[in-house]
């Protein structure tokens, strides 16, 4: 579990839980590096642009049959500047940093992954200008801090109700099964103090069609059960991975 003082951008909106994936009408082309649209079985870029609301657009860049390279937001269908969250990939899909633009710039905290996956680095941004960086120390465990108040956010039921969920729910997209495309997407999202999820995206991308199956199921799950500490429900940052395999 990783609470949230760090993340805290993420629901400078309001924490009531919305879907950013699910049931989005997406538009989808593929293309060449220099952007020339191509048919599909040549392409080297899958691109999904979302209408998420009103004054929310998202830009999803793939590779044709990769994982994600970018992921930027926008406030107009014109996709003519950044504004809200952008995440950069590394190129194993895995996220390399992320955080918000402003009218174009980047602004407030921005989180830097290593190739392990750990959050190493913080930067924090004022009108697109890098004003300070912090470094993201390993927690320590605190010997003197009484064990039994702490408690990380898990799926209602524990294991088996998510195992269960998932083999009931999990629609495995004809494109990846025709193509044999396997492995685990990991999704980030925050769990509310009431059990309600928000603001997933995809941590560890595999495939666009796979990486939109894991949204779907993470974004429609039932309430989890919320992170505690010190007796009380709180917000908690949590990572989630989703396995796609098929059978021989």
């Given at each position: 579990?990783?609470?949230?003082?760090?993340?805290?951008?993420?629901?400078?909106?309001?924490?009531?839980?919305?879907?950013?994936?699910?049931?989005?009408?997406?538009?989808?082309?593929?293309?060449?590096?220099?952007?020339?649209?191509?048919?599909?079985?040549?392409?080297?870029?899958?691109?999904?642009?979302?209408?998420?609301?009103?004054?929310?657009?998202?830009?999803?860049?793939?590779?044709?049959?990769?994982?994600?390279?970018?992921?930027?937001?926008?406030?107009?269908?014109?996709?003519?500047?950044?504004?809200?969250?952008?995440?950069?990939?590394?190129?194993?899909?895995?996220?390399?940093?992320?955080?918000?633009?402003?009218?174009?710039?980047?602004?407030?905290?921005?989180?830097?992954?290593?190739?392990?996956?750990?959050?190493?680095?913080?930067?924090?941004?004022l009108q697109g200008k890098l004003t300070k960086?912090?470094?993201?120390?390993?927690?320590?465990?605190?010997?003197?801090?009484?064990?039994?108040?702490?408690?990380?956010?898990?799926?209602?039921?524990?294991?088996?109700?998510?195992?269960?969920?998932?083999?009931?729910?999990?629609?495995?997209?004809?494109?990846?099964?025709?193509?044999?495309?396997?492995?685990?997407?990991?999704?980030?999202?925050?769990?509310?103090?009431?059990?309600?999820?928000?603001?997933?995206?995809?941590?560890?991308?595999?495939?666009?069609?796979?990486?939109?199956?894991?949204?779907?199921?993470?974004?429609?799950?039932?309430?989890?059960?919320?992170?505690?500490?010190?007796?009380?429900?709180?917000?908690?940052?949590?990572?989630?991975?989703?396995?796609?395999?098929?059978?021989?």
């Open positions: 579990m990783r609470l949230l003082p760090f993340l805290l951008l993420f629901l400078s909106t309001g924490s009531a839980a919305q879907q950013y994936y699910a049931g989005k009408k997406t538009a989808i082309r593929f293309t060449d590096r220099s952007g020339e649209k191509i048919k599909e079985e040549e392409a080297d870029l899958l691109i999904a642009v979302t209408k998420v609301n009103d004054t929310l657009f998202r830009k999803d860049v793939y590779k044709a049959y990769g994982p994600l390279e970018v992921s930027h937001s926008y406030k107009t269908n014109n996709l003519d500047e950044l504004h809200g969250r952008t995440i950069e990939y590394k190129k194993n899909g895995l996220a390399d940093q992320f955080g918000f633009y402003l009218n174009g710039q980047k602004e407030g905290e921005w989180l830097l992954v290593n190739d392990s996956g750990r959050i190493y680095k913080k930067q924090y941004f960086t912090e470094e993201v120390q390993r927690p320590a465990m605190d010997s003197s801090k009484p064990l039994g108040d702490e408690f990380e956010a898990q799926f209602t039921g524990g294991f088996e109700a998510w195992r269960n969920y998932l083999q009931t729910n999990m629609n495995y997209p004809k494109k990846a099964i025709k193509l044999e495309i396997t492995g685990t997407v990991t999704i980030s999202f925050i769990v509310n103090k009431d059990g309600t999820v928000n603001y997933p995206f995809p941590y560890r991308s595999v495939y666009y069609y796979l990486d939109m199956e894991a949204l779907r199921l993470i974004e429609n799950s039932p309430a989890w059960k919320p992170a505690y500490q010190n007796n009380q429900p709180v917000a908690s940052f949590f990572l989630q991975g989703i396995s796609f395999k098929l059978s021989n």
